[in-house]
């Protein structure tokens, strides 16, 4: 069993606040859950008790501070260290919000000692970056390709070692990737061998997502002034699906007076990306994204989807069917009429390369490790900077700049069409 214990401090007062304790659901996965090898071979490690508990009636905007424990079957407790988070603000709170969001992050070890085939080069120094920032970071989003375990699973928690600065301190939400999900005749959108006989299993045990269904791993997230969709690629996400009418209901059911700010997240590139081997296959995504998806993101309006999977960086201009809707590039003001697609799958695993073609729409691109720092400012002010994980530095960046009424305002898919009676 599971427990976490919480107490308040209020402005970083010492010790003077309530002590809860919070139970905690208790899960852990046998061998035979595994959908193949090496998982369910030679990769396969008990991984023990996965507790998760849930922190009831949190004041908004307030630090506390919490500890784990794990009992025993002879009725004594094991605690760990204390931590300290700042809890969420309200949806809607109009205050400055940070958000960093990347892909393809993978984990490594600082002496290069356990690195197979040194796969992800520069897992460390985007975890050292975010660690250093983690002052001004309010959330993170680990879109996919989590850890690149590949059925190994003691490395899940060479991973979450990595990761426990940042995940133990703000919310550290996750998508599904290939590496996770993917395995023939699992039901996965695409029947690679890519997540080594896991098929989901460690991801959704692993790390807890709001999701009505953690093995189908769509959720929404409202944060501030932010409503985030985040879809999983891994699943089918075509017109009539599930999961369509799960992405549709989440654009849809966001009041944009008060959460001004909608981003799209899923792992593969459902939008742009001019990567080789989208170029090469004529497609500048995965085959049937953009056809399913494009009239929802411009239906309601989403302001920014991001994606992984491409390892590299790049940002294209809000764009509707191929289409700039903005000759602008860095400040756009009023109305965007499309969305702006952003690939951040440069988190640490080796990189990928462009095509040596140039769009119209593609805007910036990088090929090195990276990741986005969005910054809300206010209901009317956004900023996407994206920021190199050898130096933390700013590379590219823009602004939207824009009121309630420009979102309110008709572009093209829209608002209702209209006919004249006759
Ligand atoms: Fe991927």
């Known amino acids: 069993m599971g427990s976490v214990m919480l107490s308040l401090l209020l402005n970083g007062a010492e010790k003077k606040g309530k002590l809860v304790q919070s139970p905690a659901g208790t899960l852990t996965f046998d061998r035979n859950t595994m959908c193949g090898a090496p998982a369910r071979t030679v990769g396969w490690r008990d991984p023990g008790y996965i507790h998760t508990s849930f922190l009831k009636e949190l004041w908004p905007n307030k ?44 984990k490594a070890e600082a002496d290069g000692s356990n690195e197979y085939n040194n796969f992800q080069p520069g897992s460390l120094n985007t975890t050292n970056q975010i660690i250093q920032d983690l002052k001004d970071i309010d959330i993170v989003f680990h879109i996919g390709d989590l ?55 460690l991801a959704q045990t692993m790390f807890y997502v709001p999701a009505e269904n953690r093995e189908k791993f769509w959720y929404s997230v409202d944060y501030g002034m932010f409503r985030f969709c985040i879809a999983h690629t891994e699943l089918d996400w075509r017109k009539g699906t599930e999961q369509y009418e799960f992405i549709e209901k ?120 990276g990741f986005v720092k969005l910054t809300a400012f206010d209901y009317s002010n956004l900023l996407l900077e994206y920021k190199k994980s050898s130096d933390g530095q700013v590379y590219d960046s823009f602004k939207i700049s824009r009121d309630y009424r420009d979102i309110l305002a008709c572009t093209v898919d829209s608002c209702q069409s209209t006919t004249l009676a006759s």
């Open 147 to 201: 850890c690149y375990a590949n059925g190994y699973l003691s490395q899940w928690d060479q991973f979450t070692a990595q990761i426990e600065p940042i995940a133990s301190k703000v919310p550290y939400m996750t998508a599904s990737g290939n590496h996770e999900r993917d395995w023939p005749g699992s039901g996965s959108f695409y029947g690679t061998l890519d997540s080594g006989g896991e098929c989901g299993v």
């Open 63 to 106: 630090e506390y501070t919490y500890k784990l424990g794990h009992r025993l079957v002879n009725g004594t407790t094991i605690w760990s260290q204390e931590y300290q988070f700042k809890s969420s603000p309200y949806p809607g709170q109009n205050s400055v919000q940070h958000v960093v969001i990347f892909g393809d992050m993978g």
């Open 250 to 369: 989440c654009l849809a059911s966001v009041d944009r007076q008060k959460q001004p700010w909608l981003i799209f997240l899923a792992h593969r590139v459902l939008g742009y990306s001019s990567a080789d081997f989208y170029v090469a296959e004529g497609s500048f995504e995965e085959p049937m994204g953009r056809e399913d998806l494009q009239s929802l993101w411009q239906k309601y309006k989403v302001d920014i989807a991001m994606y992984g999977h491409v390892h590299n960086y790049e940002r294209s201009c809000p764009i509707y069917q191929n289409i700039c809707t903005d000759k602008e590039k860095h400040n756009y003001k009023g109305s965007l009429n499309g969305t702006i697609h952003v690939v951040v799958g440069g988190g640490g695993a080796a990189l990928a390369d462009f095509a040596p073609i140039n769009t119209t729409w593609s805007l910036f691109k990088d090929h090195d490790f």
